[in-house]
């Protein structure tokens, strides 16, 4: 039976800000925290960072977009690294403050570990959600998701 968890986080900035963040590989060791930079490994169908992109996130993790609605949400799934069969959606929502980003995900763990694979998985997402909004508020300008053609 899979397991789902949700992280969220707010954020002053807009949107569109965040969303280019989430879907330019090469802007996530500017926020998620990451050794060495991702990257796109292959374009999307019809944009570059869209459906069908494939990224490596370092160490050894391969993940496909498999959502994308700008600036709205963005999905994807892993295709190598555990948890097994990863499915991670973000969603950007209106907030008083600005905007809300909700990191929802579900996983199938290796019998006997689903609390432990939850709670670790949610402090990352957790993590994740909050770095990339906070970053999003002050991204520098040499960010890699201020280039153009993100989205």
């Not at 899979?2 to 569109?16: G, K, L, N, Q, R």
């Not at 980003?101 to 689903?114: E, H, Q």
Request: charged share 30%; net charge positive.
């Amino acid at each position: 039976m899979p397991h789902e968890i949700e992280a969220t986080a707010t954020s002053h900035a807009a949107p569109d800000v965040i969303f280019r963040h989430l879907c330019v590989a090469e802007a996530w060791s500017e926020w998620g925290g990451f050794w060495a930079r991702g990257r796109r490994e292959s374009p999307g169908d019809e944009h570059p960072n869209g459906i069908g992109a494939v990224r490596r996130v370092p160490p050894r993790r391969r993940e496909e977009v498999v959502e994308w609605d700008p600036p709205k949400r963005y999905g994807y799934i892993a295709l190598s690294g555990p948890p097994r069969r990863l499915r991670a959606d973000v969603t950007l929502e209106p907030h008083v403050s600005g905007t809300l980003v909700r990191w929802r995900a579900t996983f199938d763990a290796l019998p006997g570990t689903g609390p432990a694979a939850r709670a670790l998985l949610r402090r990352r997402l957790t993590r994740y959600a909050q770095r990339v909004a906070r970053h999003s508020e002050r991204c520098e300008p040499g960010c890699p998701a201020r280039l153009p053609g993100a989205y």
